[in-house]
């Protein structure tokens, strides 16, 4: 697929070597499916790395193919955006574990048979791992910063705190460093929702007959906690749809059941639900102080580069406190730290949606 | 340096180069660029507005947003040269007890504020009987975020009744220096060098 204007660019690589995993295993030939958009510039100084989050794949300007519709932040990536790819080369990988082209429980094992429940329990290290590992293969030893929301700032940090040396800023938005009592409830409602559906079929599901109806559900309880309840207010209340009165039955009888439902059902087409228990899990297992001995600190105490971290007030998913405590760890590491917290009605979501304040602290931050 | 606020041309001008600086209430960033710019100093901040803090990421500054009254309970003992609260202290909710913050965090503290003991302000509350209203007090007393007014005279017993030392200490009048022994009346502006 190729833009004009955009330098748009979608390949797959295959790691040279094999990818050691958190758990203990390797993965041979892993494919690591990406999307480059702007031009490398002589010296491969100009290189953001832009994290994806749970749900969202490496299409991150082109129009998705499975769903036709644009990119996931095509609002604020492009020529003279906020991230400007007139003067960025910006690289967007599918996770491991994802579904979009790089390897996951639904690519081909050895036996030529899907991995299925076979494929390791992977981590957000390992995601960040497979993605450094392409830098390796590409040629990029220092990058002008890495960028994610949500999964994406996890693996932002993950990557500030085992990498180092290999990224001059880090932007970590609407994220946390470590997944709550709360994060891990929601996202087991999801997996047991998924592996309840008769179709799951432990995990042995035929490509395009997996558990569509559980994979539904499970996007309809993770959708809510991406929304604020004002949101949900002001966009629905508790108005009715396309009907006048209550049917005293169980139809969508509220606009918001009708939505969800149509979040639900419209996600089965594009993901795969093996790879949905993956990729919950990977995030379930992240914390980053665990990871260094207990102290957060102690995750950033090589870090080199500068920091931003941008939380939003309405967001209860991954609120202000989250980002605050990791502030504060990267001032007692030392590090150029600024934090914000935003005003947008919009819950978690607010980092994809139309947050102009947002778009001001990105651009201040980058353009140095 | 020209462009600074008077208060923060005298704070910035009193900095020791290379040092660590801490600047409470930073707004949008012109003391710390300063700083970093003319003395290589390490200067981070503390931002309750958005937007000031945004102004200061495209700066290439590093600045928490956060509370002087709650979050500089957030930084360790001493773990700044100086401590900078700037026009902020009459808008905190206890300006005793961040001062106490203030001391803590900074070896040194910087804290300026304007002086509700000017004749103009006095002029006005004797002859008028009503909260002034001036250049540098220029919001109505029904929706000023200077909700804790200070005096020379008030700051000068605060500062020796909690114990600190007063290193130095600048009265504005206008943009131009005031003579000390006037600041009660004359002092439009004060600013003040502490320590432990």
């Not at chain 1, 949900?232 to 009715?240: I, V």
């Not at chain 2, 804290?111 to 006095?122: L, M, T």
Request: glycine share 8%.
């Amino acid at each position: 697929m190729n833009g004009n204007a955009l330098n748009l660019v979608n390949q797959t690589l295959v790691l040279p070597g094999a990818l050691p995993l958190d758990g203990g295993q390797s993965l041979p030939r892993v494919e690591v499916a990406y999307e480059t958009i702007g031009t490398l510039n002589a010296d491969k100084s100009n290189v953001i790395l832009l994290f994806h989050a749970l749900t969202m794949d490496q299409h991150v300007v082109s129009t998705h193919p499975r769903t036709g519709k644009p990119g996931w932040w095509s609002k604020s990536v492009g020529p003279g955006k906020v991230i400007d790819t007139d003067r960025y080369y910006v690289i967007c990988a599918n996770v491991l574990g994802g579904c979009m082209g790089s390897t996951g429980p639904a690519s081909l094992a050895d036996d030529g048979k899907p991995w299925g429940m076979r494929f390791p329990v992977i981590t957000i290290r390992d995601m960040v791992r497979a993605q450094v590992a392409l830098l390796d293969a590409m040629g990029i030893a220092q990058l002008h910063a890495v960028i994610g929301g949500s999964m994406g700032g996890m693996q932002a940090l993950s990557f500030a705190a085992n990498w180092p040396q290999r990224t001059r800023a880090v932007l970590v938005i609407a994220s946390t460093a470590r997944h709550s009592a709360q994060n891990i409830a929601f996202h087991e409602v999801g997996r047991q929702a998924i592996m309840a559906d008769p179709k799951w079929q432990d995990g042995d599901y035929p490509a395009g007959k997996g558990p569509d109806d559980g994979l539904a559900v499970a996007r309809m309880a993770a959708h809510i906690t991406y929304l604020s309840e004002a949101g949900l207010t002001e966009k629905f209340g508790r108005r009715l749809q396309d009907r006048v009165e209550k049917t005293f039955g169980f139809d969508a009888d509220f606009q918001v059941e009708s939505y969800l439902r149509h979040q639900g059902l419209s996600f089965t087409d594009r993901f795969d639900a093996n790879s949905y228990l993956y990729i919950t899990r990977a995030m379930d297992y992240f914390d980053l102080a665990e990871e260094h001995g207990g102290k957060l600190a102690e995750a950033f105490a090589g870090a080199k580069a500068r920091f931003c971290l941008i939380s939003f007030d309405t967001d209860w998913l991954y609120p202000t406190t989250e980002s605050r405590i990791i502030a504060h760890a990267l001032n007692a590491a030392g590090a150029p730290v600024s934090f914000v917290e935003l005003s947008a009605p919009f819950g978690h979501d607010s980092f994809l949606l139309d947050v102009p304040a947002q778009d001001r602290v990105i651009a201040g931050f980058l353009n140095q | 340096m020209n462009a600074l606020r008077p208060d923060l041309a005298i704070i910035a001008a009193n900095v020791a180069p290379g040092s660590r600086v801490l600047d409470i209430g930073c707004g949008d960033g012109a003391l710390m660029a300063a700083l970093r710019d003319d003395s290589g100093v390490d200067a981070r901040g503390m931002e309750l507005d958005p937007h000031g803090v945004a102004q200061c990421v495209a700066r290439g500054l590093s600045v928490m947003q956060g509370d002087a009254d709650t979050d500089l309970a957030d930084y360790p003992d001493a773990a700044f040269d100086y401590a900078v609260l700037s026009q902020t202290l009459q808008t905190t909710k206890r300006p005793d007890l961040v001062m106490d913050e203030l001391m803590r965090v900074g070896r040194k503290a910087f804290v300026s504020f304007p002086n509700f003991a000017h004749w103009k302000v006095r002029a006005s509350l004797l002859w008028n009987g009503r909260m002034p209203v001036t250049r540098l007090l220029p919001i109505a007393w029904y929706e000023t975020p200077n909700i804790h007014h200070v005096t020379v005279r008030d700051f000068r017993e605060l500062v020796a009744d909690k114990g600190y030392r007063v290193e130095g200490q600048w009265f504005l009048s206008g943009d131009k220096l005031a003579n000390p022994a006037l600041a009660a009346w004359r002092a439009e502006h004060a600013v003040f060098l502490l320590s432990r």
